[in-house]
Every structure is written in C-alpha cells, then in structure tokens.
C-alpha cells in the first residue's frame, strides 16, 4: 500500500511536467491539440501517461472530437495503469473538458490553473504518503513481531 502511494505522487508530478510541455507546444509553438498529444506521449519520459497521451491524440484525430470526449472515452479504457484516486480522476476530467474550447491565451490561463492544481495534488498526495506510508510500514512490522510471538 505504501508502495502505490509514492508511486500516486509520481504520477501526479510527471503529469505536472507533461502539462508544462503541452502548455509550451500548444501555446507558443501553435501545435494542434492532437498533435501536441501525441508528441508529449512519445517522448521518452511521459511514464506511465504515455500511451494515454498517444492513445488519446489517436482518438481526437481519427473520431473527430475533443480532449474531453477523447480524454474520457481512453481513461475509460486505460485508466487502470495509473495509481490515482477517483478524487484525482475528477479534477483531471474536469480540466479536459476545458482544453481546446478557447484561443491560446485562454488555453494558456486553462493550463497554468490546471498546473496549480495539480501541484495540490501531489502535495496531498505526498502528505499521504509520509503519513499513511509509515503506517502501513508499522503495521507490517507489528504483524510480523505478533506472528513471531504466536509461533513462539
């Protein structure tokens, strides 16, 4: 369980990351959503966003529609291969619905907020981990102890 929460915080900070780079290829390189999708997911550190990323430019691209429609229809079908919360999920759903339905300046406003909140999460998220974490690690120590002392 421990493990699953650090790896929740590395999620959190690699999408952190990965929206900075779709900030700066959407913004003020002026690539097309979908594209810029697809090269964020291609690069060699996306992690476990990657083929999300890939899969869901795929999706605007052939069916025609948009980040939030695409966003949703490939977290419906990948959305298990990343260790977040339903809590994350919403905010990040909430945040696609939004990408793509305005000019530049306003995308670029759309993601820094987006930044903000992602940055929450991985707080809590590191919070969660530094205090649950050591619980669970307790908790597994103690068991072990108490199996000992049964055997015993």
């Not at 690069?43 to 083929?51: L, P, R």
Request: aromatic share 6%; net charge negative; glycine share 8%.
């Amino acid at each position: 369980m421990s493990l699953r929460l650090a790896e929740r915080q590395r999620a959190l900070a690699k999408l952190t990351e990965i929206l900075l780079n779709l900030r700066n290829q959407i913004c003020k390189l002026g690539i097309p959503l979908f594209m810029a999708f697809e090269n964020v997911g291609r690069e060699s550190n996306g992690g476990v966003w990657s083929d999300i990323f890939i899969e869901c430019g795929n999706v605007m691209r052939q069916q025609h529609i948009d980040a939030g429609e695409a966003w949703k229809k490939v977290i419906k079908k990948m959305g298990s291969s990343v260790p977040l919360d339903d809590s994350d999920w919403q905010v990040l759903s909430d945040f696609w619905e939004l990408l793509g339905k305005s000019d530049r300046e306003n995308q670029e406003s759309i993601l820094d907020l987006e930044k903000d909140n992602l940055e929450m999460l991985e707080k809590r998220a590191g919070e969660a981990m530094n205090t649950k974490g050591r619980l669970y690690r307790n908790l597994g120590v103690l068991s072990g102890a108490a199996a000992v002392i049964l055997f015993l």
